[in-house]
């Protein structure tokens, strides 16, 4: 009798103080939901800045396609263009070489929710009081950031490929892999959401990256193609990318006259659907709209219960 008693006293106290204890939580609101993002974004460069090795190996694919296979190549480029013997083929690669040093970056950045998530992370911050939809920002602009930067480290090599240092043309070229940068990691992100596995998500990814990088229009023109691979880069998001960035690059570069029109002619075409010729602000809004619209979907599923 005397136990139960105690017992009874002892609920009694914790009821009581259960009273006196509240538990707030901070409301949701975009100061928050812009904290959030600001902290995901730090977290991810945090995390490149720890991983020397990703980064020093990340540009080792890009160095070996443009001085090896633009060099070994530059003798296909002669036979094409007879009338500018002084041309280099490393310069026409350069734009879907730079596009490359993104890539990969953009598309594997995303690996961390997969890995995050394995490990029982990613449940603590999506149970934190912040939409998940700043936790998805943050992961896009935090990979864009760092995929970027390793874009424009590799800019630094423009000479190698006698592109010149022009303030205009650089800035430019940063800003279409921001863009770009963007809308991979906008891509990959859609993809971790759904995949559990971390060895699942980089075979995909493996197997994503590569025809997205030859079909973009790299390493060849995008001219005389038969009809179904015409149709399979038109599709690719990369192409609306390395075609401005190869025209911008053209458009910069000091030969004579006659020389640039050969050049742009067989080598830069414009991009076309059935003939009608993309304008500039069409391709690049294209990807923006792609970008988003993957964001979105990758927010969708992460509003999901898990």
């Given amino acids: 009798m005397a136990t139960q008693t105690t017992e009874s006293a002892a609920v009694a106290d914790a009821g009581a103080v259960a009273e006196r204890i509240r538990v707030s939580v901070p409301d949701r609101g975009l100061r928050h939901d812009l904290r959030a993002v600001s902290i995901v974004w730090r977290r991810e460069l945090i995390r490149f800045r720890t991983d020397r090795l990703r980064a020093i190996t990340s540009l080792v694919q890009p160095f070996l396609f443009l001085f090896i296979l633009g060099t070994g190549l530059s003798t296909l480029a002669g036979a094409r263009l007879p009338h500018a013997a002084n041309f280099d083929f490393k310069t026409f690669i350069y734009p879907g070489v730079l596009a490359m040093s993104v890539l990969f970056t953009s598309l594997f950045s995303a690996a961390s ?22 936790i998805v920002v943050g992961k896009c602009l935090g990979g864009a950031t760092i995929a970027t930067f390793q874009g424009v480290i590799f800019l630094c090599l423009a000479w190698f490929a006698h592109v010149p240092y022009n303030p205009a043309l650089i800035f430019s070229l940063i800003g279409m892999l921001l863009l770009l940068s963007f809308t991979l990691t906008a891509f990959g992100v859609m993809m971790a959401a759904r995949i559990r596995q971390f060895q699942a998500f980089m075979a995909l990814n493996q197997m994503i990256a590569m025809p997205l990088f030859f079909l973009s229009g790299a390493l060849y023109p995008l001219s005389g193609l038969p009809a179904w691979l015409t149709v399979l880069t038109r599709l690719d998001p990369l192409t609306y990318i390395v075609g401005p960035m190869r025209h911008l690059v053209f458009s910069n570069l000091s030969v004579p006259p006659d020389v640039a029109a050969v050049i742009n002619t067989r080598l830069a075409p414009t991009i076309t ?7 500039l602000w069409l391709s690049l809004a294209m990807v923006a709209a792609m970008g988003l619209g993957m964001m979105t979907v990758a927010i969708a599923e992460f509003s999901k219960d898990e």
Avoid: H, T
């Fill in 113 to 134: 929710i997969v890995w995050d998530r394995e490990f029982g992370f990613l449940r603590e911050i999506l149970v934190a009081p912040v939409s998940r939809a700043s």
């Fill in 273 to 279: 659907w059935v003939g009608w010729p993309v304008p």
